[in-house]
């Protein structure tokens, strides 16, 4: 069973910086689909951006693109998600899913439905 723990979410004004942390246990497979979502209050969960353990590029969603930066420690089976120049529309509480033994594609973008491990996660509160 894949467990997945966010961390790093807080409080920040706009043109700041967070780095969230999601820690990895439990997989069987080196190639996992790892993503980052988010939910504002009222909205539906939108796909932030994703990468495949032990290989491919990271994709991101057009409205962070520039300003979010995925990387990943395999040895630690943890992705992190950097964002950089923060606005109040980031707003959201942060989720980490996964799915094992699978490659990213473009469709795990925006396909929420597609992962069968998330996380708990984290809250983002950007003030202006």
């Known amino acids: 069973q894949v467990q997945l723990v966010e961390s790093g979410g807080g409080s920040v004004q706009a043109g700041g910086s967070l780095r969230l942390s999601c820690a990895a246990s439990g997989y069987t497979s080196s190639r996992n689909c790892m993503a980052w979502f988010r939910q504002a209050p009222g909205k539906e969960r939108e796909g932030v951006g994703i990468i495949t353990t032990g290989g491919t590029r990271p994709l991101y969603a057009d409205s962070v693109k520039g300003r979010f930066i995925i990387s990943l420690d395999n040895a630690k089976n943890t992705v992190y998600l950097q964002m950089n120049s923060l606005k109040p529309e980031d707003t959201a509480m942060y989720y980490c899913?996964?799915?094992?033994?699978?490659?990213?594609?473009?469709?795990?973008?925006?396909?929420?439905?597609?992962?069968?491990?998330w996380g708990q996660g984290t809250q983002v509160t950007v003030s202006s």
């Open positions: 899913g996964a799915r094992e033994n699978t490659y990213c594609s473009s469709t795990f973008l925006v396909s929420r439905n597609l992962y069968n491990y």
